[in-house]
């Protein structure tokens, strides 16, 4: 998996301190079967002028994390907690997004912070033309119609399409070009901040390299900072600066995403790693995870990977690991002894390193978990023949 290379940002204030800060966050729901916790204190930072990807397998509350940060899940029975602290100004103190009333919050939307949704293709309204939908999200935020139509054609150009574009209406665009129109909308505003879910769900691989293209130009030119969410993980690697893996409604690893992929922490990222199929080399089984997801009515206790790890001691079946800044260096981890180098900036959840376990449960007894059952890891059996 190849990585893209990245030319550092031209038009935004790269001042330090991060753009985005998730603290804790909960979005919990109450169902007819229970208490559905979705996201259970996550945490994550995003930087300025960053890529940063946020992977897990389906049902890890990837989407819903991110709807969160938008404030666009406002059901009645929907519970939120923790903060979400937003610094368009480097100068000024941070938002925290969570707080702010209804109608301030639409501000801030498209503004500073804008949406690429999953499945976007299906966002436009197959009876406007492409130019009026743009223009009528530029106009509901106070700029004057006839600015907002000399705009689009830059727009267009910005996202690889022609002018001519902007006259026809959806069902005459590919869904490479739906996608464009999308994010051409998306910077219509001039955010500090691009939200992309799945933008690369159901484009063919060339469709889907122009799509990725675009992103690092957008960042490139615009220094605009983008938070993409996906579950594939070579759409990481050829994109992202940072990534941080989420699991059961928790974000489990953060760092570079060359250091993540090649060398990942915590069993979690191992597992995932390991089924994904290598090209060329020595053919051998393809490994997996163990068991299946966890669902957010019952959360296993402690981590809850622990009844899918491998590597499980008696810790880790009660008590929570938090994301904690692991020391660099050479280690050993583990009852299996598995040797490794952690470099810097890398952030996990598991008990396997001493810093991510809290300091009341440091005594607790790290043996191997004794199973009750033996749950077989999936694999994928390459054919022995020969002559393909």
Not at 158 to 172: A, D, I, K, N, S
Not at 301 to 320: D, I, K
Not at 342 to 359: D, G, I, K
């Amino acid at each position: 998996m190849k990585t893209m290379p990245h030319r550092a940002p031209t038009s935004r204030n790269t001042a330090n301190g991060p753009l985005l800060q998730i603290e804790d966050l909960q979005i919990h729901y109450q169902t007819a079967r229970g208490l559905a916790r979705v996201v259970d204190g996550a945490n994550l930072t995003v930087g300025r002028n960053e890529i940063f990807g946020l992977a897990g397998e389906s049902g890890c509350g990837k989407t819903t994390l991110v709807e969160a940060i938008l404030q666009i899940i406002r059901f009645p029975n929907r519970i939120a907690h923790g903060r979400v602290l937003f610094s368009p100004d480097a100068d000024d103190e941070p938002v925290d997004l969570m707080a702010l009333s209804p109608t301030r919050m639409r501000r801030f939307r498209w503004e500073h912070i804008s949406y690429i949704p999953q499945g976007s293709m299906n966002s436009l309204n197959p009876v406007m033309r492409i130019g009026d939908q743009i223009v009528d999200g530029m106009t509901a935020h106070g700029v004057p119609e006839a600015t907002a139509r000399e705009k689009i054609p830059d727009l267009l150009e910005r996202v690889g399409l022609e002018g001519r574009v902007t006259r026809l209406y959806p069902h005459e665009l590919s869904g490479g070009m739906k996608q464009r129109v999308i994010i051409a909308a998306a910077i219509s505003m001039d955010p500090e901040l691009i939200i992309a879910d799945e933008p690369t769900t159901a484009l063919d691989v060339n469709v889907q390299r122009v799509i990725l293209e675009t992103l690092v130009t957008l960042r490139r030119d615009l220094g605009v900072a983008i938070l993409i969410v996906s579950h594939d993980l070579p759409v990481h690697a050829q994109l992202v600066d940072r990534i941080g893996i989420m699991y059961a409604g928790q974000v489990f690893e953060v760092g570079g995403v060359r250091p993540v992929l090649k060398n990942p922490l915590q069993p979690y990222t191992q597992g995932l790693m390991r089924s994904i199929p290598a090209i060329g080399g020595v053919r051998k089984r393809l490994g997996g995870i163990a068991g299946v997801a966890p669902s957010p009515l019952d959360w296993p206790s402690g981590c809850r990977f622990h009844p899918r790890c491998p590597q499980a001691m008696e810790l880790c079946a009660s008590v929570v690991p938090t994301l904690a800044a692991i020391r660099p260096g050479p280690r050993v981890v583990g009852a299996q002894e598995q040797a490794l180098t952690v470099e810097p900036q890398r952030f996990v959840a598991c008990h396997l390193y001493p810093e991510s376990t809290p300091l009341e449960a440091r005594d607790t007894s790290r043996q191997p978990l004794r199973r009750t059952d033996d749950i077989p890891i999936p694999a994928i059996v390459p054919s022995d023949r020969s002559d393909r």
